[in-house]
């Protein structure tokens, strides 16, 4: 078997040369100095050669316990070299499935349908409370518990209706990658009732009829949306909520017949 020392002594020949250290592992020498952890073994009748790492990157320590592993592998009928492969794969996939990586593939295509101020807003709220903690994670592999501590973190600070901003905006993008094949749930949705609950609050409201033309004056020097300017006087008209509004239909609206 081969020694610290043996291995940082080899010297560099004309022609390389490997020092073995058994069960198949060696160290190749080549003759411009370089030195190499290499593995022979034989599976279902072929040799075949497996890298392990280059010296003195990687020390004797670390290349004996990979010859374990690969023999391992090689005992259950699985080829090291296609597992590596396999697992690189694998994790290539899993970066680019990343939470951040689908979130921002999920905000791109919000952008084109929001106000460039609403997007902004969403990209801040995630990069703030989410992607620090959940960003590199493969969004397949993150589930109720781990998103619950993320916002369990913002409750922390005493920001409970952020903490229901994120689980929603989470929600939203596990719900696009469920859609895209990425993952199978959306674990937002489990934690309905993990979060603190919210504290009431009262709408805000007029109660002093002499405020009542301030407001109807307001409504008048409002240069917004047509529709929304004529939903603001149409309340005023009707006193209805404004969901009601929105979704009041022309058969409800009973007009004055003219005599």
């Known amino acids: 078997m081969l020694t610290d020392s043996a291995v ?74 296609q597992y590596r492969l396999l697992n690189k794969a694998q994790q290539r996939e899993a970066h680019e499935n990343s939470f951040e990586n689908v979130s921002m593939e999920w905000l791109a295509k919000q952008k084109q349908v929001w106000t460039p101020r609403h997007a902004i807003t969403v990209e801040q709220w995630l990069r703030k409370n989410l992607l620090p903690w959940l960003g590199n994670r493969p969004i397949f592999e993150i589930n109720p518990p781990e998103l619950l501590r993320v916002l369990r973190r913002i409750e922390a600070r005493g920001a409970v209706e952020s903490a229901y901003r994120s689980r929603t905006i989470a929600g939203q993008v596990f719900r696009y990658g469920i859609a895209c094949g990425l993952c199978d749930r959306d674990p937002a949705a489990d934690l309905r009732d993990a979060l603190q609950p919210r504290k009431p609050e009262k709408m805000a409201a007029i109660t002093d009829p002499a405020q009542v033309g301030g407001l109807m004056r307001a409504i008048d020097g409002y240069h917004g949306d047509l529709i929304t300017r004529c939903a603001l006087k149409f309340s005023a008209l009707i006193f209805c909520r404004p969901g009601e509004i929105r979704h009041a239909e022309w058969v409800e609206i009973i007009w004055a017949k003219e005599e």
């Not at 370089?34 to 072929?46: A, E, F, N, Q, V």
């Not at 497996?50 to 009928?77: D, F, N, S, T």
Request: aromatic share 10%; hydrophobic share 35%; net charge positive.
């Open 8 to 81: 940082k002594a080899a010297k560099p020949k004309a022609k390389q040369y490997h020092l073995t250290d058994g069960l198949g592992m060696y160290l190749l020498v080549k003759p411009n100095g370089g030195k190499y952890w290499r593995m022979d073994y034989s599976l279902h009748g072929r040799r075949k050669k497996y890298a392990i790492g280059v010296y003195p990157a990687v020390p004797l320590k670390e290349p004996r316990a990979e010859r374990e592993r690969v023999k391992r592998l090689i005992a259950k009928g699985i080829d090291p070299v």
